[in-house]
């Protein structure tokens, strides 16, 4: 097993040795725990000293453009002159340095604002202003691959023993044919959600021996949006009249890059008739 010494040792080759040893010693002095678990180090949720139940939906912020060799040490002083933090989340790689990004929590949605409004383009770093906005915390998961025949009940009570934080289940049914369905799940949390997520493939599996998918509910509804063309769907039954064809067609020279081709001369005699016969047609054009 590999040695205390000889990680700080290892993490020293890739992170700044000023930075690392400040981060040991504001440790040291004030006792703050840090646990690192799945790529982040934690802070709090709560911290020793919490009071009270944890923050509703809406209180974190997230920040990023984090130089790599700044550590918490920095970070959770300057974040907590806002008001206090349930939880701090610097996220981490396997160097020992930060991914340049990170997630605050505090007691309630206006202190979350006011961190943004106070700490948005804060220099922290000399030429370096960090960005903070409000977080979108995923709370609700997708999941396939249900079978039909399995009750509302036995989902719920199932999700109930792999995870904690389920707030709310819903079916959705979806095509009457098939023998599956799929289900939203909502947590009350983010953090319950993230853990869930985990656990829940492989949980079906041992309970129902079904094989499901999990996603992000926010990432699959995004993916099933329907395409821009859905809007002007067109069949053999209803055509669209020539002079929409012609006004919704984007000729190639319009993009602003493209040279536009000069306009022919004006048709006269023949060529004028010729058009305006043509054009007659199209436009008196019925279905077959």
């Known amino acids: 097993m590999e040695s205390t010494t000889d990680s700080s040792h290892s993490i020293l080759n890739f992170v700044n040795k000023e930075s690392w040893e400040s981060l040991q010693a504001w440790k040291n002095s004030t006792g703050v725990s840090l646990v690192q678990i799945n790529g982040q180090r934690i802070y709090g949720g709560p911290p020793a000293d919490w009071r009270g139940p944890a923050p509703p939906h809406g209180c974190e912020v997230f920040?990023?453009?984090?130089?790599?060799?700044?550590?918490?040490?920095k970070l959770i002083p300057l974040f907590e002159k806002v008001g206090q933090l349930y939880e701090f989340r610097l996220m981490m790689n396997?160097?020992?340095?930060?991914?340049?990004?990170?997630?605050?929590?505090?007691?309630n949605p206006q202190t979350a604002q006011t961190a943004v409004l106070w700490l948005h383009h804060y220099e922290l770093q000399k030429g370096c202003h960090i960005t903070v906005v409000k977080s979108i915390e995923k709370r609700k998961l997708f999941v396939a691959g249900l079978p039909r025949a399995l009750e509302r009940s036995r989902v719920q009570m199932a999700l109930h023993q792999m995870s904690e934080g389920v707030?709310?289940?819903?079916?959705?049914s979806g095509n009457v044919d098939s023998e599956d369905v799929s289900a939203t799940v909502e947590y009350f949390t983010h953090h319950s959600a993230s853990l869930a997520k985990k656990v829940i493939?492989?949980?079906?599996k041992m309970m129902f021996g079904i094989s499901v998918r999990v996603e992000w509910w926010s990432q699959w509804a995004k993916s099933k949006a329907p395409p821009a063309e859905a809007a002007f769907p067109y069949s053999k039954a209803c055509p669209v009249p020539a002079r929409l064809l012609r006004a919704e067609?984007?000729?190639a020279w319009s993009s602003p890059r493209a040279a536009r081709p000069a306009l022919p001369s004006p048709l006269s005699g023949s060529g004028k008739k010729r058009l305006s016969c043509f054009t007659a047609l199209c436009e008196n054009t019925q279905p077959v």
């Open 201 to 204: 493939c492989e949980g079906f």
């Open 249 to 251: 067609r984007q000729p």
């Open 94 to 107: 396997f160097s020992g340095q930060n991914r340049g990004f990170a997630f605050a929590k505090y007691a």
């Open 167 to 172: 707030k709310n289940l819903t079916i959705i």
């Open 63 to 73: 920040i990023s453009n984090i130089p790599r060799d700044v550590f918490e040490d």
